[in-house]
């Protein structure tokens, strides 16, 4: 694997050439890291922050009262194998999948396009987030991209994928005050309580 050695929590590195695919990325170890295959490229993802992971765990107690309490579909979180075009595959940090396209789970993981895919930025390389898993997101016609920025305490919501031009093409900032209402789920919430109440506020 043609990978730098992480020593570091949180950080994120990627493979130098672009031959990577599903077949080889299963025969990776289970390690703790993160990996995921974006066009071909590798990248690989320490342990994240306590915070980031209570953030995820404030969103995701919010979208199964919401979404998975009401029938509308079934909140997940990392780590879990999601694989769309050019994402071979992804693990996000939050997904929701409607309970209409529940056959797009199966073999171990996400054969297909989820509803809703929500990524807490990493200080240490927020492009990965904001640019290469926008562009791809965009580009495999995800509906809602949801990317949580800690150290702002505010959320950027993306809508209306634009496979083309590989970008969303509504892009809202919910402010560190503002109620997160989304444009294609049954979901609102103000996000402060995302971030709220953590013992270790740390990103």
């Not at 031959?19 to 990248?43: F, K, M, T």
Request: proline share 10%; aromatic share 8%.
């Amino acid at each position: 694997m043609s990978t730098t050695m992480l020593i570091e929590p949180d950080l994120v590195t990627r493979s130098i050439g672009a031959n990577w695919n599903y077949a080889r990325w299963s025969q990776l170890p289970d390690d703790g890291n993160r990996y995921e295959v974006i066009d071909g490229v590798l990248y690989v993802t320490t342990a994240p922050s306590f915070f980031h992971q209570w953030i995820i765990r404030q969103i995701v107690l919010a979208l199964v009262k919401q979404l998975d309490d009401n029938g509308v579909g079934i909140t997940t979180w990392a780590p879990i194998g999601v694989l769309m075009p050019g994402c071979d595959p992804v693990q996000p940090d939050i997904l929701v999948v409607r309970r209409e396209d529940l056959n797009i789970i199966h073999d171990r993981g996400v054969h297909g396009v989820p509803a809703l895919i929500v990524e807490v930025l990493s200080p240490s390389n927020p492009a990965q987030d904001l640019v290469v898993k926008r562009g791809a997101y965009a580009q495999a016609g995800l509906p809602e991209y949801w990317i949580v920025r800690p150290l702002e305490r505010d959320v950027l919501v993306l809508s209306a994928p634009d496979p083309a031009v590989g970008d969303y093409r509504q892009e809202t900032r919910v402010t560190p005050d503002g109620e997160l209402i989304s444009p294609t789920l049954p979901f609102r919430a103000p996000i402060a309580a995302f971030f709220a109440g953590a013992p270790d506020e740390t990103p």
